[in-house]
């Protein structure tokens, strides 16, 4: 699905990851640690075609990613969904309008039904009509999910989602991105939470990835 | 992405489409008003440049190539001075031929003003000698100054030259009004260019967006250019309208002198400035398009 092969990337300077080898399969669900600056939402990014290697090859649903056109990209993501940290919408359109606007940009209608199940899934049925300007950082981040899955994507990718959320919204959102992989969506979650993972394990076959020295690597069991 | 289907209003697709670009106060307001006083301007243009066309036919059409000699003579010289004169203008270059005009004729000339029953021989009419001028034309001053000499009553009346400079110069306004139509155009062009990337570049949030959910170049593009579009030919529609008034309300014939006779539209040239607004979204359509596809480039 998603595939890294000797990759390296480095934003001018020294290389940021280097030698990465690795394979998200499908229906997986890993999180990607590591200290604040180790290049996770890089790793995301590259995931997500927004950045291209420096070196080696990354493959997303098959095809080389050097060899995708731009149009090609923006279908690609219409396969991956994308929780950016910083979650930025159109401030001019209502919330309901931001989170179906993958559809809108795919040329598709969306079902008001399902749009407003999704927005009542993950906890915003009130605010439908807000602008994207008044919500709290935690609504944003829940809106940005409801967004990246409203076009059923095969993969969903998330940085740092619960980073201004409770532990108890916290949760919530991790309950919906399992539920999400239980569905049979591939999951990548980059989080520096710890209770967050241990408290996944527990629910979904969790695999962990962590950053350390440029270098990505499957963390043992000792979390 | 084509000009017609971008123009098809109804689309629920392109109504959606048109939201994801938030209303854009002064770019979008700069382009109607740019399109709007570009046509305005452009009307003026297409009405100068029609009316001295017209002008330059109706005078170079007047200069046929002819000149006439008028003979006063007593009765009993005119004879030998017709001679005379037939004789220098035989030998002046730069005249193909000459001839004298019969009484017959004269007196055809003269019915509209005197009545039919004129009777030519008893008037001390003088007799006309009809000249016509070669490719190059004669000199006007030596003629005239022989024709003293050879001639005393001789006079040379070549009234239609000096409307030759006049013709040229009509013919040359004709091409300074297409050329301003031109200029007008790339103006335009030059100015939705500036304001659609302004726009892009003032927006590149709503890009990143828009790229992150899926969008393609294609999408995103259309949504600017169908926006800048639409208020381009709206602006150049008031414009046109507009323009299209002060040149039906300029004096009329009668009151104005000479030079503004005519200069308006006549007939079905008033359907020459109707093609402006559609002219001018064609202008607009390329320009943002071109300039959304440059700007969505440099934006990775
Ligand atoms: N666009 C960029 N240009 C240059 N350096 C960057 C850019 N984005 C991130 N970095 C640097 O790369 C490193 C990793 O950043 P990031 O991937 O955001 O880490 P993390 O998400 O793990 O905190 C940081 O040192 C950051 O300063
Ligand atoms: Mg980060």
Known sequence: MIAFDNVAYSYGGGELLSEISLR???GSFHFLTGPSGAGKSTFLKLCYGELL??????????????????????LTR?????????????????????????????????????????????GLGQLADALPPSLSGGERQRAALARAIIIGPDVVLADEPTG????????????????????????????????LIRQAKAQVAARVLRISKRRVQLAGADL | MTLLSLLTPDRKADRQADRVVPPS????????????????????????????????????????????????APEDQMDLQTKAVLAVLSTTPGIASSRAMTDAEQRDLLKPWFGPDLPVDALPLPRLIEVTESGAGYDGEGLRQRLAAEAPGAVLDDHTRWR???????????????????????????????????????????VRVLRQVGARDAYIARAFVRRFTLRA?????????????????????????????????????????????PLVAVVAF???????????RELT
């Open chain 2, 233 to 277: 030919i709206s602006g150049a529609a008031v414009g046109t309208v507009l323009g299209m008034i002060g040149v039906a309300l300029l004096p009329s014939t009668d009151t104005a002198g000479s030079f503004l006779t005519g200069l308006g539209f006549q007939g079905l040239g008033w359907l020459y400035p109707l093609t402006l607004p």
């Open chain 2, 164 to 206: 030759r400079p006049l013709a040229v110069a009509a013919g040359r306004l004709r091409l300074l009004g297409l050329l301003s139509i031109a200029l007008i155009g790339t103006a335009t062009a030059a100015m939705i260019t500036l304001a659609a990337s302004a726009a892009l570049a003032a927006n590149t949030q709503v």
């Open chain 1, 164 to 195: 201004n959320l409770d532990w108890e919204m916290s949760l919530r959102l991790l309950t919906l991105l399992v539920e999400l992989n239980r569905m049979g969506k591939t999951v990548l979650i980059a989080t520096h939470d710890l209770n």
């Open chain 1, 53 to 74: 290697p420096s070196a080696g090859r990354i493959t997303l649903f098959d095809r080389e990613v050097r060899s995708l056109s731009r149009d090609d990209i923006a």
């Open chain 2, 286 to 296: 390329a320009a943002t398009r071109a300039a959304a596809f440059r700007k969505l």
């Open chain 2, 25 to 72: 106060g002064h770019t979008a307001w700069l382009t109607s008003f740019t399109a709007g006083a570009m046509a305005f301007l452009a009307v003026f243009a297409l009405a100068l440049s029609l009316a001295a066309g017209r002008l330059a036919d109706r005078w170079s059409d007047a200069l046929e190539r002819t000149a006439t000699v008028r003979l006063s």
């Open chain 1, 78 to 122: 219409r396969r991956i969904g994308m929780v950016q940290q910083d979650c930025q919408f159109l401030d001019h359109l209502p919330l309901a309008a931001n989170v179906a606007l993958p559809l809108t940009v795919a040329g598709k209608v969306s079902v008001p039904q399902d749009l407003s199940d999704l927005l009542g899934w993950v």
């Open chain 1, 24 to 26: 998200l399969a499908p």
